[in-house]
């Protein structure tokens, strides 16, 4: 398979915001692996035997759900133990297993800030592609200036892709998505922004970037466990019109 180039992030902490909820937290993280790319169309085609339009360019139009799937033939391709378990359209996260998976928010964000507190890790227009450059599609990975990790376009191209869900009390079985696009002006294209859609969602603008590492706790792992998400979407008494909570 084309060569999944990954930059090694040592241990540390980062600060990840709720707004809705109005919560702040801090997540202690253990050292990790993560992309210094976005998957592009080249290593997309390759596992999955397709031909790829633009190969330097972030693979986009991928849902959630195909990313795992990805991620979990990636694993494979390379004798890895997948990450992922599947039951229909349900999926397992197996903390212990060392293959390729999607980042948790907190290691995507803390490997975006590398060190950084601002909104951005060097100026906008240096280290993303937004809507300020006036491009009309993700542009070959690469092409701006890496934060100090040494990770290219975790800013700007495409959003990309985590393995949390977004807010199960509102948004059911959304995922977050993280970094902003090329479409997206300076508001969005933060360190801090979450957004998300549904697992089977796909955009021109969200791609996916992989991630390494295994853990001894069973359903918990760099800021995410299975039972907070229960929790969260643990909702008593009336809901606000639109909400769907997850059961």
């Known amino acids: 398979m084309v060569d999944i180039e990954m930059a090694r992030i040592g241990a540390g902490r980062v600060e990840l915001h709720d707004a809705r909820r109005r919560l702040r937290r801090t997540v202690q993280l253990a050292p990790f692996e993560i992309g210094v790319y976005p998957v592009t169309e ?8 397709i ?3 633009h190969p330097q360019r972030p693979a986009v139009e991928v849902a959630w759900l195909r990313a795992v799937h990805f991620c979990n033939a990636a694993s494979e391709w390379e004798g890895l133990d997948p990450v992922y378990a599947f039951d229909g359209e349900d999926v397992t996260w197996h903390v212990d297993a060392d ?10 964000e803390f490997a975006c800030r590398a060190g950084s507190t601002g909104a951005h890790y060097g100026p906008l227009r240096e280290v993303a592609w ?24 975790t800013l700007g191209n495409v959003w990309e ?12 079985d959304y995922r977050v998505f993280r970094g902003g696009g090329f479409a997206d002006d300076a508001a969005s294209v933060r360190a801090s922004t979450r957004r998300g859609g549904a697992p089977r969602m796909h955009h021109e603008d969200v791609g996916f970037r992989l991630a390494r590492g295994g853990f001894d706790t069973p359903g918990a792992a760099q800021g995410w466990s299975a039972a907070d998400d229960a929790a969260r979407a643990d909702i008593d008494g009336p809901l606000p019109p639109g909400w769907t909570p997850l059961r």
């Open 42 to 49: 080249a290593q997309l085609a390759e596992v999955l035997g």
């Open 51 to 53: 031909t790829a339009a």
């Open 99 to 108: 293959g390729y998976r999607l980042p948790t928010e907190a290691e995507w």
């Open 130 to 153: 937004t809507s300020a450059d006036g491009v009309d599609a993700p542009q070959n990975v690469g092409g701006k200036l890496p934060n100090l990790n040494g990770l290219f376009d």
């Open 161 to 172: 892709w985590c393995w949390d869900l977004l807010d199960p009390a509102r948004y059911r």
